[in-house]
């Protein structure tokens, strides 16, 4: 079994920053593409960031410029920095792992942790 585990979400002013962190935990597995999610009230979950096993990045325009992913593949930790934050960045952040436990393919979710940008 793996287990994700997220943390460093919070309340935070507009313009303020945020470090959001998630782990995975367990064995025999190898990690292929880590990813970020939202969802906001009332609103679709949608893609945030994504890294590939190779380091190659991929953000939605809102965040283009505000936000870094990043992993560490010593880890299995993947990361997300948020500056400049605004409040439309306000969700629950969930992050995404694509990995393979022999030749199957697997992804599983973090808990989610919330964001809250006040103006």
């Known amino acids: 079994q793996v287990q994700l585990v997220e943390s460093g979400g919070g309340l935070v002013q507009a313009e303020g920053s945020l470090r959001l962190s998630c782990a995975a935990s367990?064995?025999?597995?190898?990690?292929?593409?880590m990813g970020w999610y939202r969802q906001a009230p009332g609103k679709q979950r949608e893609l945030v960031a994504t890294?590939?096993?190779?380091?190659?990045?991929h953000y939605a325009d809102s965040v283009k410029a505000r936000f870094t992913i990043s992993r560490d593949n010593a880890k299995n930790t993947v990361y997300l920095q948020m500056n400049s934050l605004k409040p439309e960045d306000t969700a629950v952040y969930y992050c995404?792992?694509?990995?393979?436990?022999?030749?199957?393919?697997?992804?599983?979710w973090g808990q989610g942790t919330q964001v809250t940008v006040s103006s």
């Open positions: 890294i590939t096993s190779g380091g190659s990045t």
């Open positions: 367990g064995s025999n597995f190898r990690i292929n593409a």
């Open positions: 995404k792992v694509d990995l393979y436990r022999g030749y199957t393919r697997y992804d599983y």
